[in-house]
């Protein structure tokens, strides 16, 4: 069913604005689609709404109105509308963004597939299986029922793994002294020599409060490894930023609080700053013909790649010292949803062959950013809502990927293709994967009942996403990967 319809309407070339195509532009609930009305082949250009990221109607001139559409995987369309009060009908179709989660195209989308084929779709993926597939759990970690119906902290997921001494008093309390309630607990472990990463948000120690229970909470991190003496606390933030926070209450973990942590600041900027820079990238490419000069200037003042270098770079440091050090890891920033998820998940794909591969980054997805609640929603704009939670913390997270790609061809399973086709999807509302902020809303919204997975389309067509130069036996493949983060190795942008 077309909700609109407007014929004569020019799709303008961006790279030579003189060339445009003539065709007829179709509004559906889900979709603009713009038909090309030359040619035998009457070439379609499908956008789906909840990719658009801004409309804007330009100032009309004689040969109509302009408007622009901007989305979110940076394609931007510019048509010429005959008559400007038809551009301003499609502009206020197209402005009248999803207000609710069931209005998303996900609850919608009715692929021909029978119940049972959905639950199928859903159960591909087993979060439990990885973690049995590292050893897990074992005499050292075990799963705790303690979050069982999100009662200790809502934005978890609610299968835990905890040090086996890790009592359910000791979890409770230690909640109770991390922000949003989000205590240490398990997020990868090498089974070859007992060290793990574990995640956690900021502890709420102001300048001077401290938590027995948080205390103990590390000492089982710690007595979990028989073979280091001491954990590496690492706060992902920059140390000014950690600082201001004590002032309100919070901050980071005291040294002399806690018995045999080194403590490490990672210098990773917050989600403003990583809005901020985007968006000065999105700018220059904005510009009507940029030269490869103004486009290197705007990479370099936007600050992109150094950001991109700051989240490898703490990576490598949690992924040498599990490996090389044989040390645990407590990871946090501020309330561990955006940086922590960065970092424990780049530091998992260093350390795992098994990341490197289609199924495994799917899992690795699901386990590190859907399941302990990244906020998907809020930080892709799948509704409106405040333009300040919008960053593009994940987008982060696939460039990284991308950027190691680069340096070693022959160690991912996947090409690049893969990395874009989930980055579109991300935004697109298309499946339910990325819908909701955490596990807990995804069952309030009945998101496996009513919505598909992304990851069995994904899986059924591999073959389309498989890098050719793949070498599973390679060297690149096999244990610890070394990128080198020099400012020389890095390539400008997978976006």
Known sequence: VFHLLVEHVRLLDRVSPRRSRLGTLYLTATH????????????ETWVLHGLVCSVEQLASTSSGSPLLIRCKNFRVLHFIVPQERDCHDILLSLQRLCQSYEELYCFSYKPNVNAEERRQEWDLLDVRADYSRMGLPNSQWKLTPVNHHYKVCDTYPAELLVPESATPPVIVGSSKFRSRGRFPTLAYYSKENHASICRSSQPLSGFSAR???????????????????FIYVVDTRPKLNAIANRAAGKGYENEDNYSNIKFQF??????????????????????RSPSMSDFLEGLESSGWLRHIKSVLNAGVFIAKAVAVEGVSVLVHCSDGWDRTAQVCSVASVLLDPYYRTIKGLMVLIEKDWISFGHKFSHRCNHLVGDPKEVSPVFDQFLECLWQLMQQFPCGFEFNERFLITIHSHVYSCQF???????????????VREKTHSLWSDLWTNRADYTNPLYRPDHCQTQGLLRPSTA?????KMLA
Request: proline residues 3%; charged residues 25%; glycine residues 6%.
């Open 432 to 446: 339910g994967n990325f819908i909701g902020n955490n596990q807990r809303e995804k069952i309030q919204l009945g």
């Open 266 to 287: 990672l210098g990773i900027e917050n989600i403003h700053v990583m809005r901020n820079s985007q968006q000065k990238i999105l700018d220059v490419c904005e510009q």
């Open 487 to 491: 400012p020389h190795c890095f390539k």
């Open 211 to 229: 938590c027995l229970e948080d205390e103990q909470m590390l000492e089982a991190i710690l007595r979990s490894n028989p073979h280091s003496d």
């Open 32 to 43: 603009s689609i713009f038909v090309e009305s030359q040619g035998a082949a009457r070439n």
